[in-house]
Structures are given as C-alpha cells and as structure tokens.
C-alpha cells in the first residue's frame, strides 16, 4: 500500500544527499527515500523531526543540515519533511561565487580598459602640446602645432598655431 508513496518519495531528491521523509501523527516514518545518505538512521531522525519548527538547522554525525517541514495535513496528520546538508546546498553557492568573481574581474578589466583608453586620449594630445610649446622660439614660430584629440584640445591647438602667426607676421 505504500509503494506509490515510496516511489513518490524516491523521485525527489533535492540533491544527492537529501532525504525526503513522510511521518505519521505520531512521527513515525512510513516512508523515506532510503537511496539518501544512510547516516541518518531512524532514530536520529525520529527525534530531529518530531520539532514543530517549519525550517531549522540541526547538526547530525557531525554536519550541519537544514530540516524544511510542512505541517500536518489536517486529513492525514501527516507531516512531510526533507533534510538537506549544508554542503550540497553551498556546492552550488560556490559555483554562483565563481562566476560573480569573474565577472567582477571582466567588469574591472573593462573599466580599467576604458579609463586607460580615455587618460590616453587625453594626455597624449596634452603631451604634444607641452612637448611642441618646450621647443625654442624658432621651431615654435615655423612650424604647426597638429593636435588629433577632443575638440577641445584641436580648438587649443588652432589658437596657439593662430596665436604664433599673429607674432610671426608682427615680426615680419
């Protein structure tokens, strides 16, 4: 008579160490899923299970596990109840916190990439100008100053070249 139950029971196992177990009104198991982890023996989880507590902790042979219960079915007085070990649970939590790590990595390569990208736009225009304004008088007032950068620093560059024509043509 319980082999659907059994069967139901055997079919859901929330990861490989899970237990999914059906007790009675008097929390008694009257079925488990006996492919789970094995070092839970009935007595142990008698006594765990028999808390009125909806969601706990409870360390059993050693290691943490979290005990999920659903009530008592007003019909039955059954109560349905799963114990998961914390290490099935945070195995998948260390996949999502490798994957966040990467892609903080990703991110913070990105933005080390754009701002390295941005700094050279615009101090390498900024360093011509330097450069082309530490040459001596002759250079300065004979040749052009040719700025490829933002707008700002091309409109910089066209007033001093107009600016060094001004004096160039004063001087002649």
Known sequence: SCAP???????????????????????????????ANQELNTENLRSILSSDELSFSEKINGKSHLIHQIPSLSVTGWKVSSVVPY????????RVRIIAYLFFAILVSAFGILMWSIMNNLTRPLLKIVDFAQHDAYYTLHHALDIDGPLELKNLACSINQMLEHINEQNH
């Open 87 to 94: 290490s099935d649970i945070s195995s998948d939590l260390n």
């Open 5 to 35: 139950l059994y069967e139901a029971c055997r079919n859901t196992d929330a990861s490989k160490n899970s237990q999914f177990i059906i007790l009675d009104a008097n929390d008694q198991i009257i079925v488990q899923n006996q492919s």
